[in-house]
């Protein structure tokens, strides 16, 4: 138990520095731009989605969270969100090194994600834009202060930034510590054992791995692939899915439950139908 609450605390310090920094920027957007720069910036996400595909190979669960603060701020579009999402690595990238995998195979699996990212946040940007055009021209971006009613915002951007980051950190503490304590219980032999014993449904089984709101579900993904437990195909479509923290913080700060939950249903979508096609096709890692 006392390794699992040090693992806890570990996990969750290291994202301290993304919050801070996001929740600095959002103060700063809000309280101290003009509605037109407000705009602007907002505008400016039509690149979103690059940028984001970009920005989420890097092995950090900070981006996600990072995103998903400014998302629920409508600070970045949802395009973009999903594709920070869908191209995230979180832990894949330090064990593929740690293990010596090929780094023509690294490369590989990188570039799927940030493609099949990059193109999901495009394409869902562009939808939206056509869809609820006369709505997005008039949504504005989101005073986080005002929707929670912490009236924190009266004590300068750094105070609020400092206090926004404490609450959201012990909420990503508390999650992280059911989510390990599961996982210690569960035990990954059990999970490697139930994809050996249903190949057929890997990517569909991956994509609910990928679900768990922590780092630790690129862990067992990427754990079992070297294992030659599952297919890459199979590990792309739970990596995709997997967006570390990022969808536990998404609850917790985009009231609405409905979107939150629609949001959720089309990552596990992009990400199991990916890993169904790349299969099908046969491409090779």
Known sequence: MIEILQDTLVDSIKLLPFLFITYLIMEYIEHKTSEKSKQAV???GKFGPLIGSILGIFPQCGFSVSATNLYSARV???GTLISVYLSTSDEMLPIFISEAVPISIILKILATKLVIGMIAGFIIDFVLRIIKKQNQENEKIVDICEKEHCH???KGILKSAIKHTI???IFIVIITLVINVLIYFVGEDLIAKFFETNTI???IIAGLIGLIPNCASS???????IENVISAATMISGLLVGAGVGLAVLFKTNKGIKENIKIVGVLYLIGVLSGIVIQIIGIKY
């Open 152 to 154: 924190c915002d009266e």
């Open 76 to 78: 970045i579009t949802l």
């Open 42 to 44: 907002k505008k400016s």
């Open 167 to 169: 609450n959201i950190f």
């Open 201 to 203: 449904l890997g990517p």
């Open 219 to 225: 862990v067992i993904l990427t754990g079992l692939y």
